[in-house]
C-alpha cells in the first residue's frame, strides 16, 4: 500500500479482555517497530522487527504484551487481561533500513486503545 | 539517562507570524536528529533529519539547526499558516540497541487567525 496502515483505530475494551492491534507496513520495508503513546505525551518504545525477526522487544511494559511479524510484513500486537493503564495510541511504523542504521520512519495513524 | 527535552510545551502564535521550538538533548551515542509534525490524531510525519555533521536543514518553510557540541537542536517556522498547528517532536536516534529512537514529548503549536 501507498503507506503504513493500522487497524482498528479505535478500539474500546473492558478490562480484562485481550486485545489484538494489526499493523501494514510499507510493501518492501525491513524493520517495524511499535510504539505507545500516552495522551499529551511523545511515543515511547515498544520493540523492533527487522523482517521476521523480533530483534529488541525491551519497550514491553509486562509479559501480557506480545508481538510478532510472522511472515516479515503484516505485524500484530496483542495485549492480554488488559488494564486500564494501557489506555494509549499505539503507533505502527517501517522503514527501508535494517541492522543498527535508522532510516527516516513512516509512521500509521495509530490504533486509540481505551481501556474501561 | 537517554532524554530528549522540549520547548515550550506550548506556543500560541498569530498566522503570518514566526517561531522557533527547541530541543535539548543527552543521548549518547549520537546518530541523528530528527524532527516530525504530528498532526492531532495522526501518526508522526517526519519534517527533517539531520546527522552529526549537519548544521542546519531546511524543508519549505521549516528550517532546523543542530549544535552537535552542545547537543542543542531549533525548528523554526516562517510565516505561520493556520495548517501548522500541531505537536512537533525531537527525536534523536542513537543510544544502544537496535534502532532505538528517543522521543521528546513535544510542543504544542496553535496557529491563531
Known amino acids: 500500500g501507498a503507506g503504513v496502515s493500522q487497524s482498528p483505530r479505535y478500539k474500546v475494551a473492558k478490562r480484562g479482555q485481550d486485545v489484538a492491534l494489526r499493523c501494514d507496513p510499507i510493501?518492501?520495508?525491513?524493520?517495524l517497530f511499535w510504539y505507545q503513546q500516552a495522551l499529551g505525551q511523545g511515543p515511547e518504545f515498544l520493540t523492533y522487527?527487522?523482517?521476521?525477526?523480533?530483534?529488541?522487544k525491551s519497550g514491553l511494559p509486562s509479559d501480557r504484551f506480545f508481538a510478532e511479524r510472522p511472515e516479515g510484513s503484516v505485524s500484530t500486537l496483542k495485549i492480554q487481561r488488559t488494564q486500564q493503564e494501557d489506555s494509549a495510541v499505539y503507533l505502527c511504523?517501517?522503514?527501508?533500513?535494517?541492522?543498527?542504521?535508522?532510516?527516516?520512519?513512516?509512521f500509521g495513524e495509530g490504533s486509540r486503545l481505551t481501556v474501561l | 539517562k537517554n532524554q530528549v527535552e522540549q520547548s515550550p510545551q506550548s506556543l500560541i502564535i498569530l498566522e503570518g507570524k514566526n517561531c522557533t521550538l527547541q530541543?535539548?538533548?543527552?543521548?549518547?551515542?549520537?546518530?541523528?536528529l530528527r524532527w516530525y509534525k504530528q498532526d492531532t490524531g495522526r501518526g508522526p510525519v517526519s519534517l527533517t533529519i539531520?546527522?552529526?555533521?549537519?548544521n542546519t536543514k531546511s524543508n519549505g518553510r521549516y528550517t532546523a539547526t543542530l549544535d552537535a557540541d552542545t547537543k542543542q537542536s531549533s525548528l523554526h517556522i516562517t510565516a505561520s499558516q493556520l495548517s501548522d498547528s500541531a505537536s512537533y517532536i525531537c527525536?534523536?536516534?542513537?543510544?544502544?540497541?537496535?534502532?532505538?529512537?528517543?522521543f521528546g514529548t513535544g510542543t504544542r503549536l496553535l496557529v491563531s487567525p
Open positions: 539531520m546527522t552529526f555533521s549537519e
Open positions: 510493501s518492501g520495508h525491513v524493520s
Open positions: 522487527f527487522q523482517n521476521e525477526a523480533q530483534l529488541d
Open positions: 527525536v534523536v536516534s542513537g543510544g544502544t540497541g537496535f534502532q532505538k529512537l528517543v
Open positions: 530541543c535539548n538533548y543527552t543521548v549518547s551515542p549520537f546518530s541523528n
Open positions: 511504523a517501517s522503514s527501508t533500513t535494517g541492522g543498527r542504521n535508522t532510516g527516516e520512519l513512516f
